[in-house]
């Protein structure tokens, strides 16, 4: 039957509700380069927080190889059995071009949660931040600390979202169209979208009148005296884990709003709010790729779990425990991958009970 209508794998087999869970070892959270072997207990606790918070079922596979060619080629070969690919903990710059290049090849989801997942949760983050301060986030001046695979991505979504004042930085300063040294292709396209207003100084002096700082980089390289010459009402993401790039303690007293990696501080921003919900939404409607609407919808449900009379400083963003969550984002990506003409489920209804009880 499956010869003569492949659709029916998802029907048969364990297609329709696995993930594969790819890695290198290359960007372990807080580790670094730690190798495949050492990487396994992370692939395989994330593994678990598929099935646990979605019921997903997900197989760890870490790579002894940090070539592109030969990522890219295993992951085409071993895809059959998977209804999505979740690469994780690859290193930039290399991330980039294996992900883009495996999402043309593939006729799944593949989907790098360090670089979208973290986007979609400060997204989802700065959504309520908005809502509180009763701003539009589209006119914020926001300034990203980090230009590997999260600050990257965060910046594009951002950008995509609406918000046109965006400047990253990495340790030479601002990134900005012309510079030369430290740059590499994903830079040079970052260049090209952002710094609007071509600026070349260092992170302290792109702070100045900010409203936004999204930290994805290293611990303590801004200061209290940094978050004091930012606009009125500073919103500090300060995410690097496990020691962010300013102590709470410090931030606290000058950011109207605070987020943090770490599950110790309000305001938690973590992954762990986004993929189990997109892949059971992508999977339920038996997608064949990620989009931005798509993300944009993920960010949108994350934020809204959060009620408004609940809204405040100290919860813009809702815990990972909040079972509310997975059922919102699954919904919300579920209709956004048909709404956009990437799902092989057509039938909105059927997706959003059939497909997902399957789940």
Do not use: W
């Not at 993930?19 to 678990?48: N, Q, R, Y």
């Not at 500073?234 to 995410?239: D, K």
């Not at 605070?258 to 038996?286: C, E, H, M, W």
Request: hydrophobic share 45%; proline share 5%.
């Amino acid at each position: 039957a499956i010869e003569h209508n492949e659709d029916l794998v998802y029907d048969y087999t364990m297609k329709h509700n696995t993930v594969a869970i790819v890695s290198d070892g290359t960007a372990v959270l807080g580790l670094g380069d730690i190798g495949p072997a050492a990487a396994m207990p992370v692939m395989e606790g994330k593994a678990a927080l598929f099935k646990e918070f979605a019921g997903v079922n997900a197989v760890p596979i870490v790579l002894s190889t940090k070539d592109p060619d030969e990522i890219i080629g295993i992951v085409r070969s071993l895809a059959t059995p998977f209804g999505g690919i979740n690469l994780e903990d690859i290193a930039a710059p290399r991330c980039f071009d294996i992900e883009e290049r495996l999402q043309k090849e593939l006729d799944i989801p593949v989907f790098h949660d360090d670089q979208h997942g973290t986007a979609v949760v400060i997204l989802a983050g700065l959504l309520n931040a908005g809502k509180l301060l009763k701003k539009d986030i589209r006119k914020f001046r926001v300034v990203i600390a980090g230009a590997g695979a999260a600050g990257t991505a965060a910046a594009h979504l951002l950008l995509k979202y609406g918000i046109h004042d965006v400047i990253v930085t990495d340790r030479a300063g601002a990134v900005y169209a012309g510079r030369k040294e430290h740059m590499n292709p994903a830079k040079d396209a970052l260049a090209a979208v952002t710094n609007p207003r071509g600026f070349r100084g260092t992170l302290s002096e792109a702070l100045v009148g900010a409203n936004v700082f999204v930290g994805v980089s290293g611990p303590n390289i801004i200061t209290r005296s940094d978050v004091k010459h930012m606009a009125k009402d500073p919103i500090v993401f300060a995410l690097a884990n496990p020691d962010p790039e300013i102590a709470p303690e410090e931030a606290h007293s000058v950011a109207r709003i605070l987020a943090t990696g770490r599950s110790d501080y309000p305001n938690q921003v973590n992954n762990s709010l986004g993929f189990p919900g997109i892949f059971k939404g992508l999977l339920a409607v038996r997608a064949k790729s990620v989009n931005d609407e798509i993300k944009f919808a993920a960010a949108r449900a994350i934020a809204s779990v959060v009620n408004p009379e609940e809204l405040n400083e100290d919860y813009i963003i809702p815990s990972i425990f909040d079972k509310n969550v997975v059922h919102a984002v699954s919904h919300a990506v579920a209709a956004a991958a048909i709404k956009t003409g990437v799902a092989r489920v057509k039938d909105p209804l059927h997706a959003l009970t059939c497909g997902c009880k399957k789940l």
